[in-house]
């Protein structure tokens, strides 16, 4: 009996090695620097490997000796291949030794051979902590905090802080300084580079304040006028006020609030606070907020519809704004009991059936007056021939069939749930088609073209084409650089392509990204003192599938910018 069953293991063996059950590779990694032996002069070196596949994880062991008894680094899970060590974790004058393995799913790698480097023993360097008050040095109490590779504070300025190890260090300015000043900047910038057996100079520099005034006033149907109103000052100063004119003087520069609460000229209800409710006062700047009434006496709106000049009533949606908002959803309609004031009417949707919207008269933007009438008229037109909207669909460029779940909008509204269709005679007009669910299985919709909103020409034709990608997308790496070294940190950029999205770090990744042309744009950000100066390759780039694209944000040292 067991020589019949180690006949039929050894025969089902056999099969599964026909049909090709062998078990799957794991991804292979190398290390590439800092060169193995070499010596490192930062104490936050970064460590980059390579791999032979994408989208895999990593772990990175670091440890003060061979055998990895004494780890000072044990991170999983990286998205990327490199890593910068964070301060405080390595010390001078000592090797160390780190290693590599990669895992995607389900297979992890063997560890790599580890590799070695020193860091390199290096002088203590000296920051120096000194003030101006309106451009001019000062001493006295001020209370701060240096952060870096060595944290230290400080109560007094001027300061030296020495013994200091080298790397980036920040100033922090926590209280203190000139009596009735506040600090304007820190120069020639609140993070520096400290170099072995060398200086940096952080200089506090303070402005006294101005006195700055804030004034409330109102008016009645646009003419000034004083009483009684109940109302709150917020900001830099707080108060809760009863009456109007009412001046601050000597106010904190920033930003403050006004909010009505009550009361006001009788009879009359509170239109706006102009020019906003919000406002920033500057030191020995001025600012006003105007509390606007209207009388109750109020005016009327009326909105119609004409059909080829002939009036016309039934659906149609639409909205009015002004001081007072409101819709509706059919004509003829009236508006009553409205403060006055300029008002507009918007079209949205509906009308006659097959009828397309020619203008509003007299204009869609109007005034009102106490106790008047302004009218709106929508002026449809017929149209005489109606047109055809076909819906399409791609995979990957390549035409493709089958169930997928759309709504189309316009003069005429439908859905389908299959590709390719045909809508005909359907009345001229704007259409947009929206995408719901379904496509090809494992696929995300990556665009609709030549765009998801089109117009139809009377006896014209439109097509919608939906592009569907497979989801084994690409990778996109965002870095940044500081005349050609490493930097990270905050900087606001958008990525726009196929997927748009956004950050406010640096680096960053994107994955699993639909192949086409990517575009980086920098918005604001980045190290302190420094101009963007270049995007590298360039800010447009072609991605492909499971491919991997890099923008470097180059960033130039400035010394003559003062930071915001």
């Not at 019949?4 to 590439?32: I, N």
């Not at 006055?340 to 949707?349: M, Q």
């Not at 050609?484 to 770090?505: A, F, K, L």
Request: proline share 7%; glycine share 10%; charged share 10%.
């Amino acid at each position: 009996m067991k020589k019949y069953a180690l006949v039929l293991l050894v025969a089902v063996l056999t099969l599964l090695s026909f049909a090709g059950c062998t078990p799957s590779s794991s991804p292979q990694v190398a290390l590439q620097s800092p060169a193995n032996g070499s010596s490192a002069s930062s104490l936050t070196p970064i460590l980059a490997w390579n791999c032979n596949e994408p989208n895999v994880s990593f772990r990175i062991q670091v440890a003060s000796d061979s055998n990895f008894q004494n780890l000072v680094i044990d991170q999983s899970a990286l998205p990327s291949p490199s890593y910068a060590i964070p301060p405080s974790r390595l010390s001078n004058n000592q090797p160390y030794y780190w290693k590599v393995n990669a895992s995607k799913a389900g297979q992890t790698s063997e560890w790599t051979p580890y590799w070695s480097f020193n860091i390199t023993s290096s002088a203590g360097g000296t920051a120096t902590v000194k003030a101006t008050l309106d451009g001019n040095p000062w001493s006295g109490n001020v209370n701060y905090t240096l952060s870096g590779a060595k944290q230290q504070t400080g109560t007094s300025v001027a300061q030296n802080l020495s013994g200091l190890t080298p790397g980036s260090y920040t100033l922090g300015y926590n209280s203190g300084g000139p009596s009735g000043a506040s600090l304007k900047n820190i120069t020639p910038s609140a993070t520096q580079n400290l170099l072995v057996s060398s200086g940096i100079t952080f200089t506090l520099n303070f402005v006294s304040q101005s006195p700055s005034t804030v004034v409330v006033h109102a008016t009645l149907d646009g003419n000034s006028w004083s009483g009684k109103v109940h109302y709150n000052i917020n900001g830099p100063y707080t108060d809760s006020l009863s009456s109007v004119p009412q001046t601050f003087d000597n106010m904190s520069a920033g930003t403050y609030t006004v909010g009505f609460r009550s009361g006001g000229p009788n009879g009359a209800t509170l239109s706006e606070i102009s020019p906003s409710s919000s406002q920033t006062l500057s030191n020995g700047g001025i600012i006003t907020f105007t509390l606007n009434f209207h009388s109750q006496s109020s005016g009327t709106i009326k909105v119609n519809a004409m059909l080829d000049g002939r009036n016309w009533s039934g659906n149609i949606n639409y909205t009015v704004n002004g001081p007072y908002d409101d819709s509706s959803s059919y004509v003829p309609d009236s508006f009553g009991g409205l403060p006055r004031g300029t008002y507009s009417v918007n079209y949205r949707s509906g009308g006659p059936n097959g009828a397309t919207l020619a203008g509003i008269s007299p204009s869609p933007s109007q005034t009102l007056d106490t106790n008047g009438t302004i009218t709106f008229t929508f002026n449809f037109q017929s149209q005489t021939s109606s047109g055809t909207i076909r819906v399409n669909a791609t995979l990957d460029g390549r035409q493709w069939s089958g169930y997928v779940n759309y709504v189309i909008h316009g003069p005429y509204d439908g859905s389908g749930s299959n590709v390719p269709n045909t809508l005909g005679s359907v009345p001229p007009g704007n259409y947009s088609l929206n995408y719901i669910s379904g496509g090809p299985q494992g696929a995300e919709l990556g665009s609709i073209s030549p765009q998801p909103n089109q117009y139809v020409n009377p006896g014209g034709t439109i097509s919608f084409t939906m592009n569907f990608h497979s989801q084994g997308g690409g990778t996109i790496n965002v870095m940044a650089n500081i005349d050609g070294s490493p930097w990270q940190g905050e900087v606001h950029y958008t990525i726009r392509g196929p997927y748009t999205d956004s950050s406010s770090s640096a680096p960053d990744q994107f994955t699993d990204l639909p192949a086409g042309t990517y575009t980086l744009s920098y918005t604001s950000g980045g190290p302190h003192q420094c101009v963007l100066e270049s995007i590298s390759p360039s800010p447009t780039q072609q991605l492909c599938n499971r491919c991997i694209i890099t923008f470097t944000l180059n960033f130039h040292f400035q010394s003559g910018i003062l930071p915001e």
